[in-house]
T-cell receptor, first 115, second 114 residues
Framework: DSGVTQTPKHLITATGQRVTLRCSPR?????VYWYQQSLDQGLQFLIQ???????AKGNILERFSAQQFPDLHSELNLSSLELGDSALYFC??????????????FGPGTRLTVL | AQTVTQSQPEMSVQEAETVTLSCTYD???????LFWYKQPPSRQMILVIR??????QNATENRFSVNFQKAAKSFSLKISDSQLGDAAMYFC???????????FGKGTHLIIQP
């Protein structure tokens, strides 16, 4: 158990809908990262938040957005869903100061299926 | 942009033998970190080993060790005394210095033959 929690574990929805994925980081970690794992694209970094502020952006679509709240949990919002958005979405957390020991620990993931 | 390449989609090894997984990367940065993550059938991403680019000494964690060749931009993972529990997808990952997202390779599926 990495200490990172993600809810829900599974999500099934229809095209055009909007969903919210939730992540709680490890105790003491200030950074949260979101990743998407799909058969087509592999594992891709989407976005990072550090202590409530957006810190780095990866290959995140404009239909996707995220935020980190004062209690440091984070939510990833996916809207206007398409079949191709079906994937495993991981949240990871780290202390966030960028040091060599700043290892990212991954949550169990949320499996999103868009029908 | 940095890229990570794992040229072996699948590898197979006999239990108790040694196997080496390959990884190459491309970056213009001088300060960065490299990682190997393991993803078993449960899909959990588990850190196996980490290497700082400024360290010449290769990292070792029990049966897992790396061969880091900075000039060649190569970062291979050696698993000694392979065990059935080592069966998983293995991903090589890169991160530049400073807290940032990881760039992953496509992964190598490791099969352990009993």
């Amino acid at each position: 158990d990495s200490g990172v929690t993600q809810t829900p574990k599974h999500l099934i929805t229809a095209t055009g809908q909007r969903v919210t994925l939730r992540c709680s980081p490890r105790s003491g970690d200030l950074s949260v990262y979101w990743y998407q794992q799909s058969l087509d694209q592999g594992l891709q970094f989407l976005i990072q938040y550090y202590n409530g502020e957006e810190r780095a952006k990866g290959n995140i679509l404009e239909r996707f957005s995220a935020q980190q709240f004062p209690d440091l949990h984070s939510e990833l919002n996916l809207s206007s869903l398409e079949l191709g958005d079906s994937a495993l979405y991981f949240c990871a957390s780290s202390v966030g100061r960028g040091a060599s020991t700043d290892t990212q620990y991954f949550g169990p993931g949320t499996r999103l299926t868009v029908l | 942009a940095q890229t990570v390449t794992q040229s072996q989609p699948e590898m197979s090894v006999q239990e108790a033998e040694t196997v080496t997984l390959s990884c190459t990367y491309d970056t213009s940065e001088s300060d960065y970190y490299l990682f190997w993550y393991k993803q078993p059938p449960s899909r959990q991403m588990i850190l196996v080993i980490r290497q700082e680019a400024y360290k010449q000494q290769n990292a070792t964690e029990n049966r897992f060790s790396v061969n880091f060749q900075k000039a060649a931009k190569s970062f291979s993972l050696k698993i000694s005394d392979s065990q059935l529990g080592d069966a998983a997808m293995y991903f090589c990952a890169y991160r530049r210095a400073g807290a940032d997202g990881l760039t992953f390779g496509k992964g190598t599926h490791l099969i352990i033959q009993p």
